[in-house]
């Protein structure tokens, strides 16, 4: 089986810094597109960023570009979330993903296996 394992969350102040780290085990996930989501309480499940196997391409959701960095050891199988100047809206739980092969998109349809989650909280 494939588990995807997320951590680093934790509960910051406003303007702090985090880094999630998402760990897969029991097989690799080589060459597929990794992504992380994010559901805060009452909300829809959320895309945050997303990095594609060829040529290393990213996408970020407009709430978190330029704040967020998203990158990848394959050979780890390791994916990680930089996350700076965090603010209160960006409290929720944070859930990496891996997409069906060949897949590359921002819908969370297409991601085949996904981690348990790892909560942020962001206090102002």
């Known amino acids: 089986q494939v588990q995807l394992v997320e951590s680093g969350g934790g509960e910051v102040q406003a303007g702090a810094s985090l880094r999630l780290s998402c760990a897969a085990s029991?097989?690799?996930?080589?060459?597929?597109?990794m992504a992380w989501f994010r559901q805060a309480p009452g909300n829809e499940r959320e895309f945050v960023a997303v990095q594609r196997w060829i040529g290393g391409n990213t996408i970020y959701a407009d709430s978190v570009k330029g704040r967020f960095v998203i990158s990848r050891d394959n050979i780890k199988n390791m994916v990680w979330l930089q996350m700076n100047n965090l603010k209160s809206e960006d409290s929720a739980i944070y859930y990496c993903?891996?997409?069906?092969?060949?897949?590359?998109?921002?819908?969370?349809?297409?991601?085949?296996?996904w981690g348990q989650g790892t909560q942020v909280t962001v206090s102002s």
């Open positions: 029991g097989r690799t996930f080589n060459r597929r597109t």
């Open positions: 993903a891996a997409a069906q092969p060949g897949r590359y998109d921002t819908d969370d349809s297409i991601y085949e296996y």
